[in-house]
């Protein structure tokens, strides 16, 4: 059956509704670094403040060291280090760098809209 | 000690064999060692093939394990595709010989955030390379990381950081790149490549398409820099470096029969060299093809393959048409002495055509090679082509001490002797064949044009096909000029009656004079019993008046003494 869509006015209505309709997800993300450079430093207390600044409580983060195991970075398609990757929700997301700009990372996990 | 600084000083780059036909030739043993060489080019010439080849070549026949990372193809993609080319990565991969690996980047999934650089990348690399001990590492094509990644910058210093690293690794690496506008490279790879960059091109002249690979810069060795005709088949890579050939072949001295024991006559009596090149030129219909097929049966019949490019005809076409002149190659072809090639060159391309003979020689290795006709490779303009093409044939027909003959057509008006394609001075024994018009008749005539190192025959010989072969007859060469066929047979009539008529001649003036002598020897007798009886008589009457001047003196003494005269001395002395 025909559901009702609400009508969008304009953009910031989207965001509300993008917003409202994912709020409950869990979210699940993985930051892989390429050993504790100054970037993977800045990369893990970047991305650990946005998540508890925008997805208290329904967060799951793994920091992964790629030296410690090699393998996964075939796995994972990984080339570029830091990289964070949102499993879940679907699409998957890859941001990467040291999550320094935070408007970017937002847009990365969908929680802003695109420019 | 000295010796060992001569070492370091003759001791050249060393070089990874790519194992791939014709290229570590023109390389001088292949790509640089434990460096990166760019190969570039644009869209479907072969770079990831070449780059494959180098790879599974290196497992094979080197024993040398290597990565290959796929930026733009999956692992399944990859195999289905070169398996056409007859290679086997599933079972080089499981023998941990060769590991494909690919990187996916996807522009839309890739959100940058801040600082970031290649490290993963250059892990994944690294891990590739440590879990199978590679040498060698193909990157295919890295140029799509300027597509994933939008921060130019940071791509450019990472890959300088990339390129250090795979150096310090000590492996050869091959890195694929698009053909810029520019550029060799769209993203200017050749920037961080800078020790060995090879170009592929596909370009298309006539309609004929031609692969065609050149070494931009080799750093630290020397290598050919001409462009170099390449050909991607069932059995991969192969590039063809017949330019590089340097005119030092050896001759042979030994002598093959044309299989036309005339024709060998007129070649000082023992037919062509071994290993020399050979052209049969002439208009249509001439018999380029039958004086083809009789050094076909020729060499066949010494037990010798030959090799037969039939350009213009398919083989059981020439089989069925060279039957009809008594000469059965059928036979040959099934007790595998004879093989036909037939197809057009234009089909695939000059170069190509070349590279597909070259591979036929050297997988039948025939003693004779022949191409029916060579003005085949003659479309439109490319006549420079066209002879860089004979000519490359013909060094590397030379250089194997084959013996190579090749048929022309020449049009009909121009002059004989003008090919399309100026060949002569490539040639060694060169067989004009042409028509000859007399007496509402065309004939063949066959002469030899020229013949290096021996003295051939400098005439014309009527040429005629039977059904038991070529026969090759005198011409009638006389005042009236050479005559052929039935105006040759009527001449030589004409000069036969003569002939006979100055016989009878002859006979009769002999019978004359024979008669002459006989008269005159009759006449000589009869004077001689004339003379004879005449002088008889003469001495009859000397000797009658002898006796009667006797008697006469007698008688005046007589009458002296009867006279009583005195004696005069005047008398006596007359005594």
């Known amino acids: 059956m025909k559901k009702k869509i609400p009508e969008i006015v304009n953009s910031t209505d989207q965001f509300e509704l993008t917003v409202e309709g994912s709020g409950s997800e869990k979210y699940v993300l993985r930051l892989y670094i390429a050993g504790m450079t100054p970037k993977s430093v800045h990369a893990i207390s970047n991305i650990k403040k946005i998540c508890e600044e925008y997805l208290n409580g329904r967060y799951d983060l793994e920091v992964i060291d790629l ?18 990757i949102k499993k879940l929700p679907f699409p998957l997301r890859r941001i990467i760098g040291d999550m320094s700009s935070t408007e970017r990372v937002l847009v990365g996990l969908d929680l802003r809209e695109r420019k | 000690m000295s010796k060992n600084k001569m070492q370091v000083q003759t001791q050249s780059l060393p070089k990874s064999p790519t194992g791939i036909k014709g290229l570590d030739e023109i390389t001088g043993g292949g790509l640089p060692k434990g460096r990166p060489t760019l190969v570039c080019g644009n869209a479907g010439c072969g770079k990831t093939l070449l780059a494959m080849e180098f790879l599974v070549r290196g497992a094979i026949e080197f024993n ?18 070169v398996a056409s080319l007859g290679f086997n990565l599933e079972d080089l991969t499981e023998k941990k010989m060769i590991l494909i690996e690919h990187v996916h980047i996807e522009r839309s999934e890739i959100e940058e955030a801040g600082e970031y650089d290649l490290e993963g990348l250059l892990i994944r690399i690294n891990f590739a390379i440590d879990s199978i001990g590679a040498k060698r590492v193909v990157l295919d094509t890295i140029e799509s990381l300027f597509g994933g990644l939008p921060n130019v910058l940071i791509l450019r210093a990472e890959l300088r950081r990339l390129f250090r690293f795979l150096k310090e690794k000590g492996v050869t690496v091959i890195i694929t790149g698009e ?13 961080y490549v800078s020790d060995c960059v090879i170009v592929l091109d596909h370009r298309v002249t006539e309609q004929a398409s031609t692969r065609r690979l050149r070494i931009v810069k080799y750093r630290g060795s020397s290598h050919g820099t001409n462009e170099y005709p390449f050909l991607i088949d069932e059995t991969g890579f192969s590039v063809l470096p017949i330019t590089s050939v340097g005119l030092t072949h050896t001759v042979s001295t030994e002598r093959i029969s044309s299989g036309i024991p005339r024709l060998d006559t007129m070649l000082s009596g023992k037919g062509y060299f071994r290993g020399s090149s050979i052209l049969a030129s002439g208009t249509a219909g001439t018999g380029k093809s039958s004086l083809a097929a009789h050094l076909t049966f020729a060499a066949c019949k010494r037990k010798e393959r ?9 083989p059981s076409q020439i089989i069925r048409n060279m039957r009809s002149i008594g000469i059965n190659q059928e036979q040959w072809v099934k007790s ?4 036909f090639h037939s197809n057009r060159p234009t089909f695939i391309g000059l170069e190509s055509y070349l590279t597909m003979i070259h591979k036929a020689i050297l997988d039948f290795k025939p003693e004779v090679v022949i191409v029916d006709p060579i003005s085949s490779f003659i479309v439109g303009a490319n006549e420079f082509e066209a002879k860089s093409m004979i000519m490359r044939l013909v060094d590397f027909l030379k250089m194997n001490n084959i013996t190579g003959f090749f048929t022309a057509l020449t049009g009909v008006g121009s002059e004989m002797e003008g090919l399309k394609v100026n060949v002569s001075s490539l040639i060694d024994t060169w067989l004009l064949l042409r028509d000859i018009e007399i007496g509402g008749e065309r004939n063949r005539g066959l002469y030899i044009l020229k013949s290096r190192g021996m003295a051939h025959s400098n005439q ?31 001449k030589e009539a004409v000069e036969d009656s003569e002939k006979l008529l100055r016989k009878q001649e002859i006979e009769r003036k002999q019978l004359a004079l024979e008669r ?8 000589i007798k009869e004077l001689q ?7 008889l008589e003469a001495l009859k009457a000397i000797s009658i008046d002898t006796e009667l001047s006797k008697n006469f003196l007698q008688l005046q003494r007589d009458q002296a003494v009867s006279r009583k005269a005195d004696t005069d001395q005047k008398h006596t002395s007359l005594k």
Not at chain 1, 67 to 84: D, N
Not at chain 2, 463 to 489: N, Q
Not at chain 2, 516 to 523: G, I, N, P, S, T
């Open chain 2, 460 to 490: 014309i010989r009527e040429f005629i096909l039977t059904d038991h072969g070529v026969e090759l007859r005198d011409v009638y060469v006389g005042p009236d000029g050479v005559l052929t066929g039935s105006a040759r047979t009527a």
């Open chain 1, 67 to 84: 030296y410690q195991t090699p393998q996964l970075a075939k796995g994972e398609q990984i080339i570029a280090a830091p990289t964070l």
């Open chain 2, 336 to 339: 595998g002495l004879l093989r």
């Open chain 2, 529 to 535: 019993d004339e003379f004879e009886a005449e002088s």
């Open chain 2, 64 to 81: 040398e394990p290597g990565v290959f990372m796929a930026f733009e193809e999956t692992e399944n993609e990859l195999t289905t595709n």
């Open chain 2, 516 to 523: 002459k002598r006989k008269a005159l020897d009759y006449k």
């Open chain 2, 179 to 191: 053909r810029g506008d520019e550029m060799l490279t769209r993203q200017g790879l050749e920037e």
């Open chain 2, 306 to 314: 030959v090799l037969y490019f039939a350009l213009e005809e398919s």
